[in-house]
T-cell receptor, first 113, second 114 residues
Framework: AQSVTQPDIHITVSEGASLELRCNYS??????LFWYVQSPGQGLQLLLK??????LVQGIKGFEAEFKRSQSSFNLRKPSVHWSDAAEYFC???????????FGDGTTLTVKP | DTEVTQTPKHLVMGMTNKKSLKCEQH?????MYWYKQKAKKPPELMFV???????INESVPSRFSPECPNSSLLNLHLHALQPEDSALYLC?????????????FGAGSRLTVL
């Protein structure tokens, strides 16, 4: 069965600092990979996705992620964090030719002024 | 229209009540989902409808009853719930039910069972 690990439960960064959120997956083949963000009391919003091709993908709000097959990782990055980025971030994977998403446990991002 | 609309936003019900959660999308998506989310946890899949037919039921108790009247609407009927069913219920949709589909989520219905 596929699984997703987000090793960092909670991360605090200062506004303007860079950010990296980690995501590792366990699956025999390369799955489809997603990052979603959830603000308090809201639903999840897609930040970016990887299906194939260029391993560095750009998303909304200045986020990017890099797929590394050798490390089974799909880490999310942002060069300069804004206070409005404080939220819960979920990595998700979907097996190819299947529709069910598996979510990681999430990482809570706090942004210090 | 790129939204999934959920009503009500908040619902408080007793354990003997019957209520329903509603979800609507007009993006032409043919897969619709119900998720349950507890605080500080990831969403847990409950049901998936694909082309208005129930494709997945993740062993959800029968006190939760989904319904998909048409391709734009998804309901979740609630009856005889328990306090542990209190959670945020998220509806989502996607163009189809396959791996390469992106989920579009609604803002959720916050349910409290007394």
């Amino acid at each position: 069965a596929q699984s997703v690990t987000q090793p960092d439960i909670h991360i605090t960064v200062s506004e303007g600092a860079s950010l990296e959120l980690r995501c590792n997956y366990s699956y025999g083949a390369t799955p489809y990979l997603f990052w979603y963000v959830q603000s308090p009391g809201q639903g999840l919003q897609l930040l970016l996705k990887y299906f194939s091709g260029d391993t560095l993908v750009q998303g909304i709000k200045g986020f990017e992620a890099e797929f590394k097959r050798s490390q089974s990782s799909f880490n999310l990055r942002k060069p300069s964090v804004h206070w409005s980025d404080a939220a819960e971030y979920f990595c998700a994977v979907v097996r190819t030719n299947a529709g069910k998403s598996t979510f990681g446990d999430g990482t809570t991002l706090t942004v210090k002024p | 229209d790129t939204e999934v609309t959920q009503t009500p936003k908040h619902l408080v019900m007793g354990m003997t009540n019957k209520k329903s959660l509603k979800c609507e999308q007009h993006m032409g998506h043919r897969a619709m989902y119900w998720y349950k989310q507890k605080a500080k946890k990831p969403p847990e899949l409950m049901f998936v409808y694909s082309y208005e037919k129930l494709s997945i039921n993740e062993s959800v108790p029968s006190r939760f009853s989904p319904e998909c009247p048409n391709s734009s609407l998804l309901n979740l009927h609630l009856h005889a719930l328990q306090p542990e069913d209190s959670a945020l219920y998220l509806c989502a949709s996607s163009t189809g039910f396959s791996g390469a589909n992106v989920l579009t989520f609604g803002a959720g219905s916050r349910l409290t069972v007394l």
